[in-house]
């Protein structure tokens, strides 16, 4: 199993330019995520999806869209990228757990490193 | 007030040393607790997760103290190989999980 994946490793864009961040998962788990990771401000959530075709905001949505049209894959589109969306991006993919509610265990994915220029 | 709070470090501490950390929460309602480990430039990967009786592996040891909302790990005879950033995570509630900005330990020889 590759486990969680993310597509590309590394970009480098405009102010106004516009993108879209692949993470795939082979373990059939229900629920994926996708977070940013900025110096002295841990992990911060910006859209999760408990199952294909359901997404919902997290902590930070704003400048973020999200899609989940097939269960192994999760896409956050950055419409019009900002300096402030410079930053590590990490999906995270968790089983479902008992009546459908996740078990909490998240496997991470390597990471995308984006700058904003 | 953030959600979860650590302390950043960085702990310094030579091979063989006890080490601990704590990470604070806000959500007296939180029900999951987590350490995970994050070495340089790679994605976090969990490390154990934190029960209400406290639980060990091998040289680790996480605890809840839910009176004063925090969880605590300890890292007994510390390897060069512990040297990364521990994150704690807490589920807030429903599917709302929060990361503490994470603790660097750097084991020296």
């Known amino acids: 199993n590759a486990g969680v994946t993310q597509t590309p490793k590394f970009r480098v864009l405009k102010t106004g330019q516009s993108m879209t961040l692949l993470c795939a998962q082979d373990?059939?788990?229900?629920?994926m995520y996708w977070y940013r990771q900025d110096p002295g401000m841990g992990l911060r959530l910006i859209h999760y999806?408990?199952?294909?075709?359901?997404?919902a905001k997290g902590e930070v949505p704003d400048g973020y869209n999200v899609s989940r049209l097939k269960k192994q894959n999760f896409l956050l589109g950055l419409e019009s990228a900002a300096p402030s969306q410079t930053s590590v991006y990490f999906c995270?993919?968790?089983?479902?757990?008992?009546?459908?509610?996740?078990?909490?265990?998240?496997?991470f994915g390597p990471g995308t490193r984006l700058t904003v220029l | 007030r953030k959600e979860v709070e650590q302390d950043p470090g960085p702990f310094n501490v030579p091979e063989g040393a006890t080490v601990a950390f704590n990470c604070t929460y806000s959500?007296?309602?939180?029900?999951?607790f987590f350490w995970y480990r994050q070495d340089c430039r790679k994605e976090p990967k969990l490390l154990m997760s934190?029960?209400?009786s406290g639980n060990e592996d091998g040289r680790f040891t996480a605890q809840l103290n839910r009176a004063s909302q925090y969880i605590s790990l300890l890292i007994r005879d510390s390897k060069l190989s512990d040297s990364a950033t521990y994150l704690c995570?807490?589920?807030?509630?429903?599917?709302?999980?929060?990361f503490g900005a994470g603790t660097r330990l750097t084991v020296k020889p």
């Open positions: 995270a993919s968790s089983y479902t757990g008992l009546a459908g509610v996740s078990t909490d265990t998240q496997y």
């Open positions: 373990m059939n788990h229900e629920y």
């Open positions: 999806s408990v199952g294909e075709g359901t997404t």
């Open positions: 959500n007296s309602a939180s029900q999951s």
């Open positions: 934190v029960y209400s």
């Open positions: 995570a807490v589920n807030m509630g429903g599917d709302d999980m929060r």
